[in-house]
């Protein structure tokens, strides 16, 4: 707060009786004092001091401040702190007296109050004057802020204390002077002129310090704008109205100033430049065009060569609105022109690849059409993206991700079995994926078994985009892979079957024959001489009859060199080779194998008993499944009870500790044995396949088991299944 005490020029002032006359000479000082205040803040406590010196005891001075509303002392004389307290207030407490002198505009003398134990002389201060400021001069406008003050109402009006010419801010306050005991009315006129004389000083100091203070941001708005400037790097030229440099950044400076101790070649450069500038202007001038772009080739003085700028220019103006000048920044064009050239280069490489690109689709299109095989494309969350029409026959169209068309259930559950396999293949770790898919073909209307090949496309980020999947029906190669299994099977019983009759035949035959040949012997030396002739056929052919019988018993005995089997490796193998069949007619495996000791015998005969047993096991379920009803194998399981396939192994201990043995089971839930063929099944030529069997498996087995110095055993239930048990010896 500025107060008189803040003056040191100026000693504090003591209260004096007061006269009812004041000399010319104290009023000129007055003056004086107030005319040699140089800022606007200095006005308020020099006009206190007079009060003072006038014979006033205390005096202060209440400004209203107009951003906040509130009104408070701003400068005082022989005023204690809690004088001024009571003199804050704000502009909406109209009730204030203080308020009621500024809004009404008119000295007031305020009687005292328990507040005050002395009269108040309050005078209000305003912005106002006589004469117009500058730019209302200028402009020839009657909206000065000051004179509309002056001579305007006498209400004060907060929203209006704005200059609308100039833009400048009033000001408004009270003048607050604790009377004496006694005073006159030419006291109160005198100090109320003394107060209107420092009014108007104030106000003309007051516009003052406003010029002063726009000069000084002016000042530093330029000194900015000259940063901003020299900042940049494009050069940027300011000319005036007859094409003449009036300033340029230090960008500029490098194409259009001659350097110190420069050669004649940039010298020549430097000239070049400014003609080509100064014809690019005026040409623009000529056109009308002065806010338009123009291409401009400069040489770069320091690096001598040569550099293509964009000139973008605008006219500047005058407060009359005549144009003053241009403003040019020139944009160096250089690299972007040369990476437009390049970008033009590049789209037309990729129009090119584009349409190789579109070749290559429609030729991938083709081939998807025509493979034969249905296609699935997902995207990352598994969601189908594209089907070939293989494909949509069997899952329906899709778009977008969804499918549209109305399906029927069978087709329903495609999509569910498709689904569940795309989800774990999709979030899976593996990058491929080898497997099988049953699903519904409408066509035939039959289940198949579809093998899927699956692969990953990784994006940029190495994370899934696209997964393929291709669908083989592999169905009628299975059944002629299963055919010509079954034909060799029957191929290797015949012959099994032929050398075990041709053995037996030949044992049979062996017998006479050794006695024949023996009579032959007995008689070596008792033929008459005329009929050793006859003799020694005899004998010869006796022999070649004995070898033909050896070669026929040689035919039947196993020639396969025994070794040591894992028996549970066997079974293993085994069903492997047959689980896709078991599949295919729903017949679920149960397999319980131990821990076993190895055996000695021929793993290639034990293989074959498992198979035989395996197939007949097969063969047995698969035919009680047509019995019920069921016209497809997949629906075997849907008509009649479970297909199951029992195997199971484990090691028999013995009585001895000695002569262990391993027992295998194999059972199943098939049509089973009637009992009127139970007691011959392990007999040739007795089958219950009718007219697909040989009859001749059972017996084969039978017969590898005892050549393994083995045990077999079955029973069986029409309608319930049949139980196989192998023993075989751990040593023989």
């Known amino acids: ?92 407490q109209a009730e204030n007296p203080i308020i009621g002198v500024l809004n009404a505009m008119r000295a007031v003398v305020l009687p005292r109050t328990s507040s005050h134990v002395a009269a108040l002389y309050c005078h209000p201060v305003l912005y106002r004057n006589l004469n117009p400021c500058w730019e209302a001069q200028r402009a020839a406008r009657s909206d000065c802020l000051a004179v509309t003050n002056q001579y305007g109402s006498s209400k004060l009006d907060l929203e209006t204390q704005v200059c609308r010419t100039c833009g400048m801010r009033a000001y408004a306050a009270a003048v607050v002077v604790e009377l004496p005991a006694r005073s006159s009315e030419r006291q109160l006129a005198e100090l109320g002129n003394t107060i209107d004389v420092a009014n108007s000083y104030l106000s003309r100091l007051f516009k003052v310090d406003h010029y002063y203070n726009r000069m000084r941001d002016n000042d530093m708005t330029i000194a900015q704008l000259q940063t901003l400037m020299q900042s940049m790097a494009d050069p940027v030229i300011l000319t005036d109205a007859q094409h003449r440099v009036i300033a340029q950044n230090r960008a500029a400076e490098r194409f259009f100033r001659l350097p110190a101790d420069v050669s004649e070649g940039a ?342 008993v498992i198979s035989n047993l395996v197939v007949n096991a097969k063969d047995s379920m698969a035919a009680h499944g047509e019995d019920h009803g069921g016209v497809e194998p997949a629906q075997t399981a849907a008509h009649s009870k479970e297909n199951v396939l029992y195997i199971r192994s484990r090691q028999m201990p013995s009585a001895d500790g000695i002569h262990a043995s391993v027992r295998v089971l194999i059972a199943d839930t098939g049509s089973g044995i009637p009992a009127e063929m139970l007691r011959h099944i392990f007999e040739p030529f007795v089958t219950t396949k009718g007219e697909k069997g040989t009859g001749l498996g059972l017996w084969i087995v039978k017969g590898i088991i005892e050549n393994h110095g083995g045990k077999m055993r079955v029973r069986s239930k029409p309608g319930k299944g049949t139980v196989f048990r192998i023993d075989l010896p751990t040593v023989r």
């Open 267 to 608: 010298a020549r450069a430097v000239e070049l430049n400014n003609l080509l500038f100064s014809a690019a202007l005026s040409s623009m001038a000529v056109s009308g065009s002065l806010d338009a772009n123009r291409d401009m080739t400069l040489v770069d003085v320091s690096e001598g060569e040569e550099v293509l700028f964009e000139a973008v220019t605008a006219p500047s103006y005058s407060r009359d609105g005549l144009r003053s000048g241009l403003v040019t920044v020139m944009r160096d064009v250089t690299d972007l022109r040369r990476a437009d050239q390049e970008f033009r280069a590049s789209m037309l490489r990729l129009r090119e690849a584009e349409e190789v690109v579109r070749q290559d689709r429609d030729r991938l299109n083709l081939v998807i059409e025509n493979v034969g095989d249905p296609i699935i494309v997902a995207d990352g969350a598994a969601r189908l993206v594209m089907l070939d029409p293989l494909g949509q026959k069997l899952f329906g169209r899709v778009a977008g991700g969804e499918r549209t068309d109305a399906v029927d259930p069978k087709l329903i559950k495609n999509q569910v079995a498709l689904d569940t396999y795309l989800q774990n293949f999709t979030f899976s770790f593996s990058n491929q994926l080898n497997s099988t898919l049953r699903l519904y073909e409408p066509e035939s209307k039959t289940e198949i078994d579809y093998d899927t090949r699956s692969g990953k496309i990784y994006g940029s980020r190495g994370q899934v985009s696209f997964t393929i999947t291709v669908l083989r029906d592999f169905s009628a190669l299975r059944k002629l892979e299963q055919l010509r299994i079954e034909r060799r099977m029957l191929e290797m019983e015949k012959f099994a079957a032929t050398g075990r009759l041709a053995g037996t035949i030949a044992h049979e035959v062996n017998n006479p024959m050794e006695a024949i040949k023996n009579s032959i012997f007995l008689l070596q030396g008792r033929v008459q001489p005329e009929a050793q002739p006859v003799y020694e056929i005899l004998r010869g052919e006796t022999e070649r009859v004995a070898r033909i019988v050896r070669q026929m018993l040689g035919l039947y005995r196993h020639s396969d060199q025994a070794g040591t089997v894992d028996l549970n490796s066997v079974i293993e193998d085994t069903l492997t080779l047959f689980m896709r069949q078991l599949q295919r007619f729903s017949i679920r495996v149960e397999k319980q194998l131990e821990k076993l000791p190895p055996l000695v015998g021929s793993a290639d005969q034990l293989r074959q």
């Open 1 to 92: 707060m500025a107060t008189a005490q803040m003056r040191p020029a100026a000693s504090q002032p003591q209260p004096l009786p007061f006269r009812d006359r004041r000399s010319t000479s104290a009023r000129d000082r007055a003056a004086l004092r107030l005319l040699s205040a140089e800022r606007s803040d200095e006005v308020f406590p020099i006009l206190l001091e007079e009060i003072v010196n006038l014979g006033f005891p205390r005096a202060l001075v209440t400004q209203v401040d107009f951003d906040t509303g509130e009104v408070k002392p701003v400068a005082s004389l022989n005023c204690s702190k809690a004088m001024q307290r009571r003199f804050s207030s704000a502009l909406w």
